[in-house]
C-alpha cells in the first residue's frame, strides 16, 4: 500500500530565512516523488519530480527535495523564502507496478511574513 | 495552465440536481483525470481514463460518473448533487507511461 503523510499543516517563515516542507512516505514498490505547489484560486505546478534517477532533486523557483530511502522521506527546502512562496504545497507518491496509484498528502500552507 | 481547460470555473446548484463538469486539453495526451480536492484532504482521485476506450473507478467514485468523448475531452457528472459533494474540481492529463500529471485551473461546485 502506499501512503503519503506531510507532517506539518503550516510553516511560517520570514522572507529571506530557509524553507522546510516535510514529507514522509510509504510504498511497496518504488515509487515516483512529486512536490507541487497551488497558489491562491490557481490550478497545481509541478515543483520537482523524483523517478529513480539522482537522489538529490533541483526544482523551479529555487526548490530541491532530497529523497531518503532509509528515512522514507522527500523533504522540500529552499534556501532563502520570497513573499512570492506564499502558497500550499502537496507532496505526491506514485507508483506504475500492480496498477496504477497516486496519492496526494494533505498539504502543507507555507506563509512567508515580511 | 490554459492547455488544459475546465468549463464552468464556478458552479452553484442545489441538491438532486444534475450537473456536469467538463474538461478539454490540447496536450495531446492520451491520459486523463478527475480528482477533487477538499481542506486538510489534499486531492482525491475520482475516475480516471488512459484512452478513449478505458475507464477506471478512483478512490472516491461514488456518486460520480464520467464520459471520455474523444481524447481531448473527459467529463466529470454529478446525476444527483449532493451537499458533501461542495468541492473544488481538477483535471488532469499525463502522456504514456509518464506519470507527471498537467492540472487544469479547477472548478468550484457548491451544492445547497
Known amino acids: 500500500a502506499q501512503s503519503v503523510t506531510q507532517l506539518d499543516s503550516h510553516v511560517s517563515v520570514s522572507e529571506g530565512t530557509p524553507v522546510l516542507l516535510r514529507c514522509n512516505y510509504s510504498s511497496s514498490y518504488s515509487p515516483s516523488l512529486f512536490w507541487y505547489v497551488q497558489h491562491p484560486n490557481k490550478g497545481l505546478q509541478l515543483l520537482l519530480k523524483?523517478?529513480?534517477?539522482?537522489?538529490l532533486v533541483k526544482g523551479i523557483n529555487g526548490f530541491e527535495a532530497e529523497f531518503k530511502k532509509s528515512e522514507t522521506s522527500f523533504h522540500l527546502t529552499k534556501p532563502s523564502a520570497h513573499m512570492s512562496d506564499a502558497a500550499e504545497y502537496f507532496c505526491v507518491v506514485s507508483v506504475r507496478t500492480g496498477g496504477f496509484k497516486t496519492i496526494f498528502g494533505a498539504g502543507t500552507r507555507l506563509f512567508v511574513k515580511a | 495552465d490554459a492547455d488544459v481547460t475546465q468549463t464552468p470555473r464556478n458552479r452553484i446548484t442545489k441538491t438532486g440536481k444534475r450537473i456536469m463538469l467538463e474538461c478539454s486539453q490540447t496536450?495531446?495526451?492520451?491520459?486523463m483525470y478527475w480528482y477533487r480536492q477538499d481542506p486538510g484532504l489534499g486531492l482525491r482521485l475520482i475516475y480516471y481514463s488512459f484512452d478513449v476506450k478505458d475507464i477506471n473507478k478512483g478512490e472516491i467514485s461514488d456518486g460520480y460518473s464520467v464520459s471520455r468523448q474523444a481524447q481531448a475531452k473527459f467529463s466529470l457528472s454529478l446525476e444527483s448533487a449532493i451537499p458533501n459533494q461542495t468541492a473544488l474540481y481538477f483535471c488532469?492529463?499525463?502522456?504514456?507511461?509518464?506519470?507527471?500529471?498537467?492540472f487544469g485551473p479547477g472548478t468550484r461546485l457548491t451544492v445547497t
Open positions: 488532469a492529463t499525463s502522456v504514456g507511461t509518464s506519470i507527471e500529471q498537467y
Open positions: 523524483y523517478t529513480s534517477a539522482a537522489t
Open positions: 496536450k495531446g495526451h492520451d491520459r
